[in-house]
């Protein structure tokens, strides 16, 4: 285990004196060493450096899963730039607002993405922009082979573990992406963590879904890296390809989202599908439904199951452990190693067994807040009176999620501050409403929200998107049968077309409850016309 590294391109070269002729990355056909990474990383370091790149500078990374990608983020950390990645289906809007707002002096990119910078023009800040293939014939592009020419004579630039390695964007489906700042302290003091609790090996074969430009996806490739394991990338993220993907490589783990899983155990119920490789499979990014939870140790024996729970604002927060997941099915558990969670009633206290609160996270992983956005950041990341006595006026990350303390000490996750529904007196998390509706058997995806009421404050409506021969009145009168009254949803709006996802993998709520309230008010609208 690389124990010395302490910037994020350490954890990749820490790797070449004790295993540089092993894979380090598989993508499909073909495959690289970890010294052959690092003979690319020079060449691009030294273009970088050839092109007036500085220590500090923002360099955008905007490629698919791949070899490239890769190559690219380690070297633009060997010559102590940020790296800025940015999730290969974000539009060129979003491209154009992230390379403004984060002032990037350089772009890589794909050949389809260059051709039509080509047609709208460079971001003001950006001088050069490299395609991942053959660059268009314009100024300020060029090819990966020019990179690649470039004389091998950089050393690393020496950076600070304090000071700042890369800018995640978050998906914007809020307002306007907000770019969370990760030092090399936070990223490495991450991959530390995550592959102590999941006793990671450097036998390891990890399946990467995730983007890269997501915390989550992130910490697959730093915990390889870490423990000098293996990195299998898989290109497309659909069940099938994953469950083939695993038993082709000899995959040891796997990482992703509820809907992802959703689909995974849907597909291995229908299908059983022997996987003696497979050792650990995690989830995070979200609660998977209790039904899909029940089916997970039938369609993966044998397997250790990690529930966990992050933000990118504190990278890593919790988990639980893989001998609990039978007892305490659902839930988040408990910090991770070298991190402290707090759960607090604001203006009371510490929240007690049985009593719920805002999750707190402490310690190393906080991040340095977000880019340029001081006032956000202040919001974020802030001291908290309830913890005066104990930790003074250091400052936590302030999660916006309302988790429940069980006995235990074990975190279950209630729901987003912003999103708790508050109907007939009772307050109600969407995600007690989403598990029961997905127990029905009836729904792929669903979604729950509130809608004022002038009687009842708010009442409960659902977005579902319904499996084969799904009948409405079946899924009301399977409600009625298993929720209380405040619960059972008044409206039930069904999507036969895909879900919204977010780049990450995570349906997008925001748009999904947007797009229900707007075709509410149209049915109300047009009521009212024919009442008229």
Request: one cysteine or more; a negative charge.
């Given at each position: 285990?690389?124990?010395?590294?302490?910037?994020?391109?350490?954890?990749?070269?820490?790797?070449?004196s004790v295993r540089p002729g092993k894979h380090a990355f598989i993508d499909g056909?073909?495959?690289?060493?970890?010294?052959?990474?690092?003979?690319?990383?020079?060449?691009?370091?030294?273009?970088?450096?050839?092109?007036?790149?500085?220590?500090?500078?923002?360099?955008?990374?905007?490629?698919?899963?791949?070899?490239?990608?890769?190559?690219?983020?380690?070297?633009?950390?060997?010559?102590?730039?940020?790296?800025?990645?940015?999730?290969?289906?974000?539009?060129?809007?979003?491209?154009?607002?992230?390379?403004?707002?984060?002032?990037?002096?350089?772009?890589?990119?794909?050949?389809?993405?260059?051709?039509?910078?080509?047609?709208?023009?460079?971001?003001?800040?950006?001088?050069?922009?490299?395609?991942?293939?053959?660059?268009?014939?314009?100024?300020?592009?060029?090819?990966?082979?020019?990179?690649?020419?470039?004389?091998?004579?950089?050393?690393?630039?020496?950076?600070?573990?304090?000071?700042?390695?890369?800018?995640?964007?978050?998906?914007?489906?809020?307002?306007?992406?907000?770019?969370?700042?990760?030092?090399?302290?936070?990223?490495?003091?991450?991959?530390?963590?995550?592959?102590?609790?999941?006793?990671?090996?450097?036998?390891?074969?990890?399946?990467?879904?995730?983007?890269?430009?997501?915390?989550?996806?992130?910490?697959?490739?730093?915990?390889?890296?870490?423990?000098?394991?293996?990195?299998?990338?898989?290109?497309?993220?659909?069940?099938?390809?994953?469950?083939?993907?695993?038993?082709?490589?000899?995959?040891?783990?796997?990482?992703?989202?509820?809907?992802?899983?959703?689909?995974?155990?849907?597909?291995?119920?229908?299908?059983?599908?022997?996987?003696?490789?497979?050792?650990?499979?995690?989830?995070?990014?979200?609660?998977?439904?209790?039904?899909?939870?029940?089916?997970?140790?039938?369609?993966?024996?044998?397997?250790?199951?990690?529930?966990?729970?992050?933000?990118?604002?504190?990278?890593?927060?919790?988990?639980?452990?893989?001998?609990?997941?039978?007892?305490?099915?659902?839930?988040?558990?408990?910090?991770?190693?070298?991190?402290?969670?707090?759960?607090?009633?604001?203006?009371?206290?510490?929240?007690?067994?049985?009593?719920?609160?805002?999750?707190?996270?402490?310690?190393?992983?906080?991040?340095?807040?977000?880019?340029?956005?001081?006032?956000?950041?202040?919001?974020?990341?802030?001291?908290?009176?309830?913890?005066?006595?104990?930790?003074?006026?250091?400052?936590?990350?302030?999660?916006?999620?309302?988790?429940?303390?069980?006995?235990?000490?074990?975190?279950?996750?209630?729901?987003?501050?912003?999103?708790?529904?508050?109907?007939?007196?009772?307050?109600?998390?969407?995600?007690?409403?989403?598990?029961?509706?997905?127990?029905?058997?009836?729904?792929?995806?669903?979604?729950?929200?509130?809608?004022?009421?002038?009687?009842?404050?708010?009442?409960?409506?659902?977005?579902?998107?319904?499996?084969?021969?799904?009948?409405?009145?079946?899924?009301?009168?399977?409600?009625?049968?298993?929720?209380?009254?405040?619960?059972?949803?008044?409206?039930?709006?069904?999507?036969?077309?895909s879900m919204p996802r977010t780049s990450s993998g995570k349906l997008s709520r925001?748009?999904?409850?947007?797009?229900?309230?707007?075709?509410?008010?149209?049915?109300?609208?047009?009521?009212?016309?024919?009442?008229n």
């Amino acid at each position: 285990m690389n124990a010395v590294s302490t910037t994020f391109y350490q954890l990749f070269a820490d790797n070449l004196s004790v295993r540089p002729g092993k894979h380090a990355f598989i993508d499909g056909e073909k495959s690289a060493t970890y010294e052959e990474i690092e003979s690319e990383v020079a060449h691009l370091a030294a273009y970088l450096q050839q092109q007036g790149v500085l220590p500090g500078d923002r360099i955008i990374i905007k490629l698919r899963k791949s070899i490239p990608e890769v190559v690219a983020m380690f070297a633009a950390s060997k010559v102590g730039a940020v790296v800025v990645n940015v999730n290969v289906q974000w539009t060129g809007e979003q491209l154009q607002y992230v390379a403004d707002d984060c002032k990037a002096k350089l772009m890589i990119v794909e050949p389809r993405t260059a051709q039509a910078l080509v047609l709208r023009g460079l971001p003001y800040s950006v001088t050069r922009t490299l395609v991942a293939g053959v660059a268009p014939d314009a100024d300020q592009f060029d090819d990966w082979q020019v990179a690649m020419k470039a004389q091998q004579r950089t050393q690393e630039v020496t950076r600070l573990d304090t000071e700042l390695a890369m800018i995640l964007y978050t998906s914007g489906s809020t307002g306007k992406p907000k770019g969370v700042m990760l030092s090399h302290r936070n990223i490495v003091t991450g991959a530390r963590s995550v592959a102590r609790y999941l006793q990671l090996r450097e036998d390891e074969r990890l399946l990467s879904v995730l983007p890269y430009s997501f915390d989550y996806g992130l910490n697959q490739l730093t915990t390889m890296m870490l423990v000098g394991g293996t990195v299998v990338h898989q290109a497309v993220a659909m069940a099938a390809e994953i469950v083939a993907s695993i038993q082709r490589y000899a995959v040891t783990g796997v990482a992703a989202v509820p809907p992802l899983w959703s689909q995974i155990v849907r597909l291995l119920d229908a299908k059983p599908t022997a996987m003696p490789s497979l050792r650990r499979i995690t989830n995070s990014g979200g609660k998977i439904p209790l039904n899909i939870l029940e089916r997970i140790p039938v369609v993966f024996p044998q397997v250790d199951v990690y529930l966990m729970y992050g933000l990118t604002e504190a990278f890593r927060s919790t988990y639980l452990p893989p001998e609990k997941f039978k007892s305490k099915m659902g839930s988040i558990g408990q910090a991770i190693p070298g991190a402290e969670v707090y759960v607090i009633k604001h203006g009371v206290g510490v929240a007690g067994p049985g009593e719920e609160g805002e999750l707190i996270h402490r310690g190393p992983l906080v991040s340095m807040g977000y880019w340029e956005r001081q006032e956000a950041t202040r919001e974020k990341i802030r001291t908290c009176p309830e913890l005066a006595d104990q930790i003074g006026d250091e400052l936590v990350a302030y999660s916006g999620d309302i988790v429940r303390v069980d006995a235990d000490g074990d975190l279950w996750f209630v729901g987003r501050n912003d999103a708790m529904i508050k109907t007939s007196g009772f307050r109600l998390g969407p995600d007690e409403v989403e598990d029961l509706i997905s127990r029905s058997g009836l729904v792929s995806d669903v979604v729950a929200f509130g809608v004022g009421d002038d009687d009842l404050g708010e009442v409960v409506h659902v977005a579902v998107s319904p499996l084969v021969d799904f009948d409405e009145l079946a899924l009301l009168q399977y409600c009625r049968r298993t929720m209380p009254h405040y619960m059972i949803p008044r409206m039930i709006h069904t999507w036969h077309e895909s879900m919204p996802r977010t780049s990450s993998g995570k349906l997008s709520r925001p748009d999904i409850i947007r797009t229900s309230r707007e075709s509410l008010a149209k049915a109300k609208t047009q009521r009212g016309l024919e009442l008229n």
